[in-house]
């Protein structure tokens, strides 16, 4: 390997920032989704399917949506389907397997833990951004995106 | 609760773009890890260790620098002990508990490591930003920071 490439000052510090930011914001966020029964996981799932069409997602794409293995998707909708917030179907005209939906429980508790979630993501991180800050964010986040998508 | 600030467009797309960025960079950075045997996590410990005094830390400090619960860090520190890259010690004149070291093994392992692991750093996210960007960065999430670790 060649000569490395360490990060500079301005590097490490912004890198650093990332980090720490998104450690201790998921951190504060589950804790606050906790008084509702939920994790930030759990959370996440509720919003992609409640945000499909007829509420349901095929388990791989809701597991590709959510950036995580088929296995652990499938513990996870295993504790939300014992909650009764999500039950899994076999579709019998599509044999590419199972699909998650949302019951209307998971939509209720959505409903009523929605308005908390948006308040807690405005109090640690929206609100103490400028309007610009956010533009700033979302322009030099996009192309990072798109190449680690590319690289999936 | 009052009505509902629910995010504008602009917010929305910051948010999940910081969302996304951060779940696919440690995705990412963590699987480029594993050849080496390492977690993010254990990266995380194993510099935490390497820049303390003597290369070692309290445990509670560890769990409050790397911010996870004291049960969940003893957990990792044990696994990383059975790999042989760290140590538990008992401090005779200190009735607050367990030191963490870092031992040859964990030092040379992050020797080895750290010019891959900065390689991906800068692959996935430094080199693809302007020093302007980062510094933008730095400067927005630094209240933040204040603001999380003021409320932890």
New interface residues.
């Given amino acids: 390997?060649s000569t490395?490439?360490?990060?500079t000052t301005?590097?490490q510090?912004?890198?650093r920032?990332?980090l720490?930011?998104?450690?201790?914001?998921s951190?504060?966020l589950d804790r606050e989704l906790q008084e509702f029964g939920l994790s930030l996981n759990d959370y996440e799932i509720l919003v992609n399917l409640s945000e499909s069409p007829g509420k349901r997602m095929r388990m791989s794409d809701l597991a590709d949506a959510t950036?995580q293995s088929r296995s652990r998707l499938s513990h996870q909708v295993s504790r939300m389907e014992a909650a009764g917030l999500v039950a899994r179907e076999d579709c019998a005209d599509d044999r590419r397997g199972t699909f998650a939906v949302l019951t209307d429980e998971g939509w209720e508790t959505m409903q009523r833990v929605?308005?908390?979630h948006?308040?807690s993501?405005?109090d640690?991180?929206?609100d103490?951004?400028t309007?610009d800050?956010?533009?700033?964010?979302?322009r030099?986040?996009?192309?990072?995106?798109e190449?680690?998508?590319s690289?999936?």
Same sequence: chains 1, 2.
């Fill in positions: 390997m490395p490439r360490w990060l301005t590097e510090r912004a890198w920032a990332h720490a930011v998104h450690k201790l914001l951190h504060r950036i929605a308005p908390h948006v308040a993501v405005r640690h991180f929206v103490l951004l309007d800050q956010l533009e700033a964010l979302e030099a986040y996009t192309p990072i995106l190449h680690l998508k690289i999936r």
